[in-house]
């Protein structure tokens, strides 16, 4: 069964520092999202992409966060620089569609410690 | 302002015990609710989605439904192995992102 993967599943940095965290959606999706979840509290939208851009964002995805798409399978989200408050599980999603009300498929999570 | 509510926190039950979950939910136009369970330390894996009021959908032990202001997740005769946290999202029809709930977590005691 078609699964969303991520890499790393743990990553611990410095403040200040930049990460990025690696995703690959299921093959034949088109739309592509990130959610974090900071321990103890609800899954939090950050961003979805579509055709190579962002389609929406929420106001935690500042200036501080980036999405690109390197390749033909792989979804990144980048952190420039790194605060304490950005501790979080990190969960990627795909779904098949552009309509949007396709079912999003998460992966398992990168668990992201900021020091 | 789009919201989505949870109860119980928590639920404890006896193998075999039967209950149900609720998810209250308030959207501008609710374009779907989807149920997913979650394994600590483990990403969202989904279980439904339901599309409008009146609809049922069924897997196992679980059904969900959903009313124009609520979801409820019916567990039947649970198993050990159901314990989890049972989180609901719902997607308005302005935008695609899902706005969760804070779930349920389900312990069944054998």
């Known amino acids: 069964e078609p699964e969303v993967t991520q890499t790393p599943s743990h990553q611990v940095t410095q403040m200040g520092q930049e990460v990025i965290l690696r995703c690959v959606p299921i093959s034949n999706h088109l739309y592509f999202y990130w959610y974090r979840q900071i321990l103890g509290q609800k899954v939090e939208f950050l961003v979805s992409?579509?055709?190579?851009?962002?389609?929406?964002k929420s106001e935690i995805f500042d200036d501080q966060f980036s999405v690109e798409r390197p390749d033909g399978s792989n979804f990144t989200l980048k952190i420039r620089s790194t605060k304490l408050e950005d501790s979080a599980m990190y969960f990627c999603a795909s779904s098949e569609t552009w309509t949007g009300s396709e079912t999003q498929y998460f992966g398992p999570g990168t668990r992201l410690l900021v020091l | 302002e789009d919201q989505v509510t949870q109860s119980p926190e928590a639920l404890r039950l006896q193998e075999g015990e039967s209950s149900s979950l609720n998810c209250s939910y308030t959207v501008s136009g609710l374009r779907g609710l989807f149920w997913y369970r979650q394994d600590p330390g483990k990403g969202p894996e989904f279980l439904f989605t339901l599309y409008s009021a009146g609809e049922e959908k069924e897997k196992e032990r679980l059904k969900a439904t959903l009313t124009k202001k609520e979801s409820f997740l019916h567990i039947t005769a649970p198993k050990p192995e159901d314990s989890a946290t049972y989180l609901c999202?719902?997607?308005?029809?302005?935008?695609?992102?899902?706005?969760w709930g804070a779930g349920t977590k389900l312990i069944i005691k054998p």
């Open positions: 992409f579509y055709n190579n851009e962002i389609s929406e």
């Open positions: 999202a719902v997607q308005a029809k302005s935008n695609y992102q899902l706005i």
